[in-house]
């Protein structure tokens, strides 16, 4: 499992499921995913698995689905690159990356 397996690794392309997942989500709830993972996320640096956690910890979906897990970390990522998010490591690697909310959020 991604959040706990030292040497797994989010895979390039999503999965069939994962965009299924991801597919069967709303404006609203892709909003709302984006926003608890931003709600997870402290001013000082997280382990970025910890922030993923945490989020899908907040909602009603399966912290052991791995498609869930893998949409939640593509968001993360998507977050870091949107500027919401500060990150360093490989996001690939939720466990050895680490995320942070930048000094002007």
Known sequence: ???RDDDDILPDAAS???RAFVDSLD???RRAVESRI???AQRHW???ARVVWDAIDASDYD???ASVVHAHVRALAGLVGAG???SRGDL???RFSEVCLPPHA
Do not use: I, N
Request: no cysteine.
């Open 1 to 3: 499992m991604l959040l």
């Open 16 to 18: 069939d499921l994962e």
């Open 27 to 29: 404006a609203d709830e």
């Open 38 to 40: 931003l709600s997870a």
């Open 46 to 48: 997280l382990k970025a």
């Open 63 to 65: 912290v052991w689905d």
């Open 84 to 86: 919401e998010l500060e």
């Open 92 to 94: 690939r690697r939720p």
